[in-house]
Nanobody, 119 residues
């Protein structure tokens, strides 16, 4: 059974940093593109960053230059380094795993981790 477990969220002051982690189990990690999404209160879930198995990355404009996504295929884990955090980064951050290399295509979500940026 596929499972994604996020960790690393918390309360941080503006300008601070956090490192989110997502540990995957029950999937063949190398078959999956991994991603981070976020959802702020009253808003739709939005893309933050994705990373392919070959470590190609894609970032939302709001994340470019401040956030870094990485993955460790040996540990079945994906990370999101959050730097220069702003109050508008406050949201629940979700880990995502999706694959079209498997039939039927798969798409899994973690339970989310809260990031709050406030002084």
């Amino acid at each position: 059974q596929a499972q994604l477990v996020e960790s690393g969220g918390g309360l941080v002051q503006p300008g601070g940093s956090l490192r989110l982690a997502c540990a995957a189990s029950g999937i063949t990690f190398s078959f999956y593109e991994m991603g981070w999404y976020r959802q702020a209160p009253g808003k739709q879930r939005e893309l933050v960053a994705t990373i392919t198995n070959s470590k190609g990355t894609n970032y939302a404009n709001s994340a470019k230059g401040r956030f870094t996504i990485s993955r460790d295929n040996g540990k079945d884990s994906v990370y999101l380094q959050l730097n220069s955090l702003k109050p508008e980064d406050t949201a629940v951050y979700y880990c995502n795993a999706r694959s079209e290399l498997i039939f039927p295509p798969r798409n899994y979500w973690g339970q989310g981790t809260q990031v709050t940026v406030s002084s």
